[in-house]
């Protein structure tokens, strides 16, 4: 059985929002565990059990949120060579659009491919002109059903990809590369 742990900083509600939709889309993947934790009460051992990461920040001036960069330092540091080949992806909030949220998610996905982690983007668009490409981004909370469905989006396709690579349900993988979801002209 795969494993997703839900990994989230929010200091609003936002992101914590953001956070309980993405793992209520990895629950759409039948045979998933899946765990939420907001950073204050992870360890390092939340990280060890999950064979797939999504990590989740308030955009902070276009980067990840301290609170979570400690986390990566403090908590994960001894762990570095440990946790190789894990599958991990990001969210975020920001105040506004064009707050830096998609820089956020890069932030993110930068201190992931340190650790080792394999990283993806989503190439499905959840509404028109709306996809995830970095990650799950909204403006505040997750309003409209296109902002939700990105974070669902993501959380499915972390779990997707955990149930191929770690449970070895490759069948999973046709069916995400001819999703109906893709931009087509």
């Given at each position: 059985?795969?494993?997703?742990?839900?990994?989230?900083?929010?200091?609003?509600?936002?992101?914590?929002?953001?956070?309980?939709?993405?793992?209520?889309?990895?629950?759409?993947?039948?045979?998933?565990?899946?765990?939420?934790?907001?950073?204050?009460?992870?360890?390092r051992e939340?990280?060890?059990?999950?064979?797939?990461?999504?990590?989740?920040?308030?955009?902070?001036?276009?980067?990840?949120?301290?609170?979570?960069?400690?986390?990566f330092d403090?908590?994960?540091?001894?762990?570095?060579?440990?946790?190789?080949?894990?599958?991990?992806?990001?969210?975020?909030?920001?105040?506004?659009?064009?707050?830096?949220?998609?820089?956020?998610?890069?932030?993110?996905?930068?201190?992931?491919?340190?650790?080792?982690?394999?990283?993806?983007?989503?190439?499905?668009?959840?509404?028109?002109?709306?996809?995830?490409?970095?990650?799950?981004?909204?403006?505040?909370?997750?309003?409209?059903?296109?902002?939700?469905?990105?974070?669902?989006?993501?959380?499915?396709?972390?779990?997707?990809?955990?149930?191929?690579?770690?449970?070895?349900?490759?069948?999973?993988?046709?069916r995400i590369?001819?999703?109906?979801?893709?931009?087509?002209?």
């Open positions: 059985m795969g494993k997703v742990l839900v990994l989230y900083d929010s200091r609003t509600g936002n992101t914590e929002k953001m956070a309980y939709l993405v793992a209520e889309g990895a629950k759409r993947v039948e045979g998933i565990e899946v765990r939420i934790k907001k950073v204050d009460d992870a360890t939340d990280v060890l059990w999950a064979d797939g990461l999504a990590v989740g920040s308030p955009t902070h001036m276009g980067i990840i949120s301290w609170k979570l960069k400690k986390f403090e908590e994960l540091g001894e762990l570095w060579g440990e946790i190789d080949g894990k599958i991990a992806c990001a969210f975020s909030s920001s105040g506004g659009w064009g707050g830096g949220n998609e820089v956020a998610c890069m932030s993110i996905l930068t201190v992931l491919m340190n650790f080792g982690f394999l990283v993806f983007g989503v190439t499905d668009y959840v509404g028109k002109k709306f996809t995830l490409h970095y990650g799950a981004v909204v403006a505040g909370e997750p309003r409209s059903e296109e902002e939700k469905e990105a974070c669902r989006r993501l959380g499915e396709r972390l779990a997707q990809y955990v149930a191929i690579f770690f449970d070895g349900k490759k069948e999973l993988l046709e590369r001819t999703f109906e979801g893709k931009f087509k002209d």
